[in-house]
């Protein structure tokens, strides 16, 4: 009986860090403060489960970790993750081709340009240019 109780806080304590993680990306999406998941959703939860299911459900989101800190850093992490993956996906891409000998304006941009659409992506969300200093041939 020991094994199964470690078992289920084991699962319960998955089940509260995955609810974490997405009640953060909502905050995320949302642009709000960290700590409105401590300070308003948590709490809202918890009522509308009082009500709905009963109090002991509500008791239950207690486990789930909100704390401005605690969302900071799962907001910190999902947006390594997704860095990681983007530039995973870039390494990979076999779009990517040796600049030609001689490279001119017309022949790089030939070639960012060919990277766009072949990727789907919309020259129309493409917001500014960074350089690294040297005279810009945009």
């Not at 403060?33 to 709905?52: F, Q, R, S, Y």
């Not at 970790?65 to 891409?93: F, H, W, Y």
Request: aromatic share 6%; net charge positive; charged share 25%.
């Amino acid at each position: 009986t020991g094994k199964k109780k470690v078992e289920v806080y084991s699962t319960v304590n998955m089940k509260a860090t995955e609810a974490s993680y997405l009640v953060s990306l909502r905050i995320a999406k949302a642009g709000k403060l960290h700590n409105i998941g401590e300070k308003l959703l948590l709490p809202a939860a918890k009522d509308m489960c009082t009500v709905m299911i009963g109090e002991k459900a509500a008791s239950q989101l207690d486990m789930v970790p909100l704390s401005n800190d605690t969302v900071s850093r799962r907001i910190v992490e999902m947006a390594a993750d997704v860095k990681e993956q983007l530039l995973g996906s870039v390494c990979q891409s076999p779009c990517f081709c040796p600049f030609p000998t001689r490279a001119t304006d017309k022949e790089l941009f030939k070639l960012l340009n060919s990277f766009v659409q072949d990727t789907g992506l919309d020259w129309g969300r493409c917001c500014g240019i960074c350089s690294d200093g040297a005279r810009s041939m945009t």
